[in-house]
């Protein structure tokens, strides 16, 4: 134990402990903009500078440790000037377009400005010029608004080791951007978004959605359906100061309604989906000897990445579509022939916590020659957007149901949107299939959490499966090594992009708070819980589409509306670069 003082107060602090983490510990709040819990500390924006004793210059709090007998001031006229000049310096080289900006009123340096009393243009000089990337159709790369924090890189570097984007040039010509700053869209970026959540301005955002979704409800000759995915229900409410962790299903569905879509329907019915048709493909390469592992598909980041890094193991991965591709073609085909409705004036718009759904909804695989299976993506974020500007008080609207048959689901179905969710229900299915009979626990604790790697064995029958859930891209390295090598002792993995899974997804509100995701986690294994019907089987509605459409499930018909195949994307890249 280590004792400092810091603004007069003593403190006992861990050895090896930062100074802006030891003043943390005592209620000292000190501003930063390139720190991220549990990165490596660089010092790099200055602006936790603090002042020690004995030490000339100002000290960056966030990469220095303490000592024995430190003293330390953070908050000295020395420190509040050093701190508003850095922001001034900042702000001169920043377009001056804040009113017009996605990020007005949670923007980092908006914020700091306003702190540090920031009021005049007192260093006017050459400004950065950049063109804005959008080549891709998920995200945005706008580098005139990116500050040089490195939050990006280091999370795409060290967290999702995608490496997709990194430091390049010098002084004041330095930049983020993608190798031989080509676009986005031919990098090794999978587009998980992550990089758009710890981004303290917009320099990264979401390609947004909203002009053709709007476009679409004011066109009489379409018929308008939403769906909402599980992540979304648990994360929305916090734009309006519900408290973290409130479940706003209900309130959901009427604001959807009101802005105009003519069905809401609820993606967890094709996660009930999805897990027959996934269940029975797993069970099927069990009993037939087929390849083995199987990975699960309903993360297209995921799908991305091994496409782009791993191709030579795509049979491992399940063949099942992802739950909102699965809704979509189910709408346009089952629906339209229910409802006598034409699939071309149908019209389905995703709610998703996800940036790469965006992309997802785009590729060519997914969609039938007249026929693309979802038209439009919004993130959590741009529904938002969307309320406000259609004057919706979303804090004081009722409750209302999704629209039937496709709004019924089980609390297999909930818990989708959490990192081990797929895995979970997708064994309550497995067993039901394999044995005849239903699981007496239905909750596997080894595979929650956000534990890099969960793994745990289950014993079905006769069988044992040995089962792994990926919590975040840069965790799945080490089991594709293992596969290739021959030395996996895994029958069935689920792996997430995104840490923590859907509900932690690079469309979802912006917060660099990692308890508000436990706290959204708990909202969805709650609404489970609560549930008469747990298990995807149990789904009467599910039931009633295999009894009238496709007989049952991995027949030629769910065959061809909810499976899918994939694309060696280094080939893909290479002709493109090329």
């Known amino acids: 134990m280590v004792q400092l003082t810091i603004n007069n107060i003593k403190v006992n602090a861990e050895e090896g402990m930062t100074i802006l983490d030891a003043a943390k510990s005592v209620g000292i709040h000190v501003p930063t903009l390139c720190h991220l819990k549990n990165l490596t500390p660089t010092g790099a924006c200055r602006i936790c500078v603090v002042e020690v004793e004995g030490q000339r210059g100002l000290i960056p709090s966030c990469a220095y440790p303490v000592y024995e007998g430190m003293v330390v001031e953070t908050n000295s006229p020395r420190v509040r000037k050093a701190?508003?000049?850095?922001?001034?310096?900042?702000?001169?080289?920043?377009?001056?377009?804040?009113?017009?900006?996605?990020?007005?009123?949670?923007?980092?340096?908006?914020?700091?400005?306003e702190q540090y009393g920031v009021r005049e243009h007192r260093y006017k000089g050459e400004t950065k010029k950049h063109a804005i990337d959008v080549s891709s159709s998920a995200l945005e790369r706008d580098p005139a608004k990116c500050i040089l924090c490195g939050r990006c890189v280091r999370?795409?570097?060290?967290?999702?080791?995608?490496?997709?984007?990194?430091?390049?040039?010098?002084?004041?010509?330095?930049?983020?951007?993608?190798p031989y700053n080509k676009g986005i869209n031919v990098s090794d970026c999978i587009l998980c978004g992550q990089c758009i959540l710890v981004c303290p301005t917009a320099a990264l955002r979401e390609k947004s959605a909203l002009k053709e979704v709007a476009y679409a409800l004011n066109d009489k000759s379409k018929f308008t359906v939403a769906q909402v995915a599980p992540a979304v229900r648990a994360s929305l409410g916090e734009e309006y100061n519900f408290p973290v962790g409130t479940n706003v299903t209900g309130q959901l569905v009427t604001g959807l309604k009101r802005l105009g879509f003519d069905r809401v329907f609820d993606t967890n019915f094709a996660a009930d989906l999805t897990i027959m048709e996934e269940g029975t493909e797993l069970v099927d390469r069990i009993k037939n000897k087929k390849k083995l592992p199987m990975f699960?598909?309903?993360?297209?980041?995921?799908?991305?990445?091994?496409?782009?890094?791993?191709?030579?193991?795509?049979?491992?991965?399940?063949?099942?579509?992802?739950?909102?591709?699965?809704?979509?073609?189910?709408?346009?085909?089952?629906?339209?022939?229910?409802?006598?409705?034409?699939?071309?004036?149908?019209?389905v718009v995703s709610i998703m916590p996800c940036t790469?759904?965006?992309?997802?909804?785009?590729?060519?695989?997914?969609?039938?020659?007249?026929?693309?299976?979802?038209?439009?993506?919004?993130t959590t974020r741009e529904l938002v957007r969307y309320f406000k500007m259609a004057g919706i008080d979303f804090?004081?609207?009722?409750?209302?149901?999704?629209?039937?048959?496709?709004?019924?689901?089980t609390g297999a179905a909930a818990i989708f949107g959490t990192s081990g969710g797929v895995m979970e229900a997708a064994l309550r299915?497995?067993?039901?299939?394999?044995?005849?009979?239903?699981l007496e626990k239905l909750e596997f604790e080894d595979i929650r959490g956000l534990q890099g790697i969960k793994e745990t064995s289950v014993k079905i029958?006769?069988?044992?499966?040995?089962?792994?859930?990926?919590?975040?891209?840069?965790?799945?390295?080490?089991?594709?090594?293992?596969?290739q090598k021959g030395e996996s002792k895994y029958d069935f993995i689920e792996v997430m992009s995104c840490p923590g899974g859907c509900i932690n997804g690079g469309g979802q509100p912006i917060h660099n708070k990692p308890e508000k995701v436990q706290k959204r986690i708990k909202v969805l294994y709650e609404i489970d819980s609560q549930m008469v019907c747990r298990k995807s089987h149990e789904n009467d509605a599910v039931k009633t589409i295999y009894k009238e459409f496709f007989k049952e499930p991995n027949s030629h018909k769910a065959h061809e509306i909810l499976h899918t195949t994939y694309t060696d994307r280094k080939e893909l890249l290479k002709n493109s670069v090329g």
């Not at 060290?158 to 951007?177: C, L, M, P």
């Not at 804090?395 to 709004?407: A, H």
């Open 83 to 113: 701190r508003k000049t850095i922001v001034e310096l900042l702000v001169e080289n920043h377009p001056q377009d804040c009113l017009v900006c996605v990020r007005n009123k949670n923007c980092e340096l908006q914020d700091l400005s």
């Open 155 to 178: 999370v795409c570097n060290e967290v999702q080791k995608v490496g997709a984007i990194d430091f390049t040039k010098r002084g004041f010509s330095s930049i983020v951007t993608t």
């Open 356 to 378: 790469v759904k965006k992309f997802e909804s785009d590729r060519s695989e997914l969609n039938e020659a007249l026929r693309q299976d979802v038209d439009a993506v919004l």
């Open 429 to 438: 299915t497995a067993y039901h299939i394999l044995t005849g009979s239903e």
């Open 296 to 347: 699960t598909s309903c993360c297209p980041g995921w799908i991305k990445y091994i496409e782009q890094n791993r191709p030579q193991m795509l049979e491992h991965i399940s063949t099942c579509k992802s739950p909102h591709e699965m809704l979509g073609a189910v709408t346009k085909t089952y629906y339209a022939k229910k409802m006598g409705l034409d699939p071309k004036d149908i019209f």
């Open 395 to 409: 804090s004081d609207l009722p409750e209302d149901k999704f629209d039937n048959p496709l709004g019924e689901s």
């Open 461 to 483: 029958g006769d069988l044992e499966l040995n089962i792994a859930v990926v919590n975040g891209i840069g965790n799945v390295a080490p089991i594709l090594d293992e596969i």
